[in-house]
């Protein structure tokens, strides 16, 4: 059974079509690279399975659970778009820590705070809590940061911060996780600690969506490759495939230039 | 003398320091809330706060004593801050709050506009709601970035308040003054600096102080 499906996504800027009927299924624990060149739409479509942004046409199918329709009822309330979005975990670009919480408290604060919605919330308060924060640094050893649990972003690597990321979009261990260019904001020399704890991931079998420009990475990492280009799906299927032996004239292209680099 | 002097400045110096206190804690709140009304996506309420402020911003703030003062009873007939110096002082705090709460509204919008956008975006995607990502994780960035330029307008402030005098509240450079009438000397008008220059001297290092506080993170 598809743990996401993904059907006929479209998105609109104004005049500009971003994504045109995108779509993919992906199993649980599959891991799914979209390529491509920038101002493909991979980065919209991540946005759109954040609830981000609203796409105009298609649907997000969660377990067999529909979270977004475009034909139905597009105004949801924030409570709805709060709840969809905890099926997705983002990892961004930019790691987009919070500058003012230690590495610790950046991966609990959201967990703390939806925690108190519980209803046993006042009775079990010091449980919760604790277990929130073991999850939390049992995450950060995870990705090998339990020695800086204490510090602050700013003292932290490109490539550490990310890592710090990455524990934060799992602690509400959503069903899928996604990936914004994980690695496209870091040095050269730091893409390979950040790389090595997604591929950690993909072992244990996390459900992931990843957007790169890592071809090596993708090709190792995931189970179907999704080429886009000008927001179009224009060829998808295993690795070996499409890395391998594309069809599609734009797909050779894109991957020819790839090669050079 | 000095001693005569001495009580009578301590006593318009208090004022002073009532003023700016009272227009600090009004301002500080209301300058938020006129942020976030130029800020919202409701376009009306957007430039009613933005034309309210560039009135405020445009003229100047001894005129605007003026008119809060006299307005009511000049022109609606009702001079509802009675005559009494409690009533001129009410007035010119109420002043004061508009005045400070236009500037720190601007200060507060730059703040704001200056967290980057991946901040909220990192809450939302982490189910946060909109009020907990403000509180949580936007309002202390926001701090952090605009305390110089608070500073800045809380020691202009520490001098405007010399202001009030144009509608007759016994501040401390009134106070300075009546001596030129009364006793024919002039050095307690010029004594009202060092009460100044005292009281931003301990601003200063206070907000210096409030700055380092800050310093364990950084945007």
């Known amino acids: 059974m598809s743990v996401l499906e993904v059907k006929n996504i479209s998105k609109s800027f104004g005049e500009t079509e971003v994504l045109r009927d995108v779509g993919f299924s992906l199993e649980k624990g599959q891991v799914i690279a979209i390529i491509g060149s920038s101002g493909s739409g991979k980065t919209t479509l991540l946005r759109c399975l954040n609830f981000l942004e609203t796409p105009d046409g298609g649907q997000i199918v969660v377990n067999s659970e529909t979270l977004f329709d475009a034909g139905g009822r597009t105004q949801l309330t924030e409570k709805e778009v709060r709840r969809n979005r905890l099926h997705f975990g983002l990892v961004f670009q930019s790691f987009n820590l919070f500058p003012q919480y230690t590495a610790l408290s950046n991966v609990k604060l959201a967990g703390e705070l939806l925690a108190r919605e519980r209803s046993d919330y006042q009775a079990k308060r010091k449980t919760i809590l604790k277990e929130i924060r073991d999850n939390a640094a049992g995450l950060l050893q995870q990705v090998g940061l339990s020695d800086k649990m204490h510090l602050y972003p700013h003292q932290l690597s490109g490539g550490q911060q990310q890592r710090v990321a990455i524990a934060r979009a799992l602690a509400l261990s959503p069903d899928v996780l996604c990936f914004d260019e994980p690695t496209s904001a870091l040095d050269p020399e730091l893409t390979g600690e950040v790389l090595k704890v997604i591929l950690a991931l993909a072992e244990k079998n996390t459900t992931m969506v990843i957007v790169t420009h890592e071809m090596q990475f993708a090709r190792e990492v995931a189970d179907q490759v999704v080429f886009m280009d000008g927001g179009l799906v224009v060829e998808a299927g295993p690795p070996e495939e499409v890395f391998g032996k594309p069809k599609q004239e734009r797909t050779i292209r894109f991957l020819e230039r790839y090669s050079e680099v | ?219």
Request: charged share 15%.
């Open chain 2, 1 to 219: 003398m000095f001693q005569t002097v001495l009580a009578s400045l301590n006593e318009g110096f208090l004022k002073t320091l009532e003023i700016f206190g009272l227009t600090l804690v009004g301002a500080f709140p209301l300058g938020l809330i006129l942020a976030f009304g130029s800020t919202s996506p409701f376009r009306p309420l957007k430039y009613l706060v933005k034309f309210i402020v560039w009135c405020v911003r445009g003229t100047p703030l001894m005129l605007q004593l003026l008119i809060i003062y006299y307005g009511p009873g000049l022109i609606l007939g009702n001079n509802w801050w009675g005559t009494s110096s409690a009533g001129r002082f009410t007035a010119a705090v109420v002043a004061f709050i508009i005045n400070y709460s236009c500037y720190f509204s601007e200060i507060y919008r730059g703040g704001i506009e200056g967290v980057p956008k991946g901040q909220s975006e990192a809450g939302q995607v982490l189910g946060m709601t909109k009020g907990q990502i403000f509180s949580r994780v936007i309002f202390l960035q926001v701090i952090k970035r605009i305390v110089p330029p608070m500073g800045n307008e809380i020691i202009t402030l520490v001098k405007d308040t010399s202001l009030a005098r144009v509608i007759a509240v016994y501040e401390v450079i009134w106070n300075g003054q009546t001596f030129i009438k009364a006793s024919g000397i002039i050095w307690p008008l010029f004594f009202t600096g060092v009460y100044y220059l005292l009281f931003s001297g301990i601003l200063t290092l206070l907000l210096g102080r409030l700055e380092k506080k800050l310093d364990f993170f950084r945007v």
